[in-house]
């Protein structure tokens, strides 16, 4: 009964701490140092939402996060905030799949070995991933909206979904536009 009591708690706490990280909709990254984007915060939103539990135990792929205003544009933002997120995923028990796993180990003198790439042909085959978590952002001058959903591969339906906005800094705004250094 103790440690019912001591779950139950520990439990209660964890939600607190997690509430007052969004004020209004608002996220805060102060709560964690490592979570500036607010990675952690969007995958406990997905995880939390999603309807289709055993999601969590079948491929996922992550994609770039992507500029409202243009869905074929990304960024240096949207690509780490990718990255955040999959990192976050796995360590929330996700089954979490490469697609920019080479086919090949390439080895080149100025960057090292190289197992990631963006090229299709040195890409494996087709994915068997289940869901795919797909996002948007919008940069305004004072913050950031974010808005992540978790796909069905096979559907249009949305598994799950999570949005939340990210004070503007002078570190994303030089991630959103290129400008070194970050």
Do not use: W
């Not at 135990?57 to 780490?80: A, E, M, W």
């Amino acid at each position: 009964m103790l440690k019912i009591i001591r779950n139950l708690a520990i439990s209660a706490l964890a939600m607190v701490a997690l509430a007052s990280c969004v004020v209004n909709g608002q996220y805060s990254a102060s709560h964690k140092g490592k979570d500036l984007f607010g990675a952690a915060h969007m995958v406990s939103d997905i995880r939390d939402q999603l309807r289709h539990p055993e999601v969590v135990n079948q491929p996922v792929v992550v994609t770039t996060f992507v500029d409202l205003n243009n869905l074929n544009k990304s960024s240096i933002f949207g690509r780490v905030l990718a990255e955040e997120v999959l990192n976050e995923l796995h360590q929330a028990g996700f089954t979490v799949s490469e697609i920019r796993k080479g086919k090949d180990i390439f080895i080149r003198q100025e960057l090292g070995e190289l197992i990631l790439s963006r090229n299709a042909r040195e890409v494996l085959g087709k994915s068997s991933a289940r869901a795919i978590l797909a996002g948007t952002y919008v940069a305004t001058e004072k913050s950031i909206i974010i808005n992540a959903r978790l796909i069905d591969v096979d559907s249009p339906l949305i598994l799950s979904s999570s949005s939340y906005t990210l004070k503007m800094n002078k570190e994303f705004e030089k991630m959103l536009t290129g400008e070194s250094p970050f």
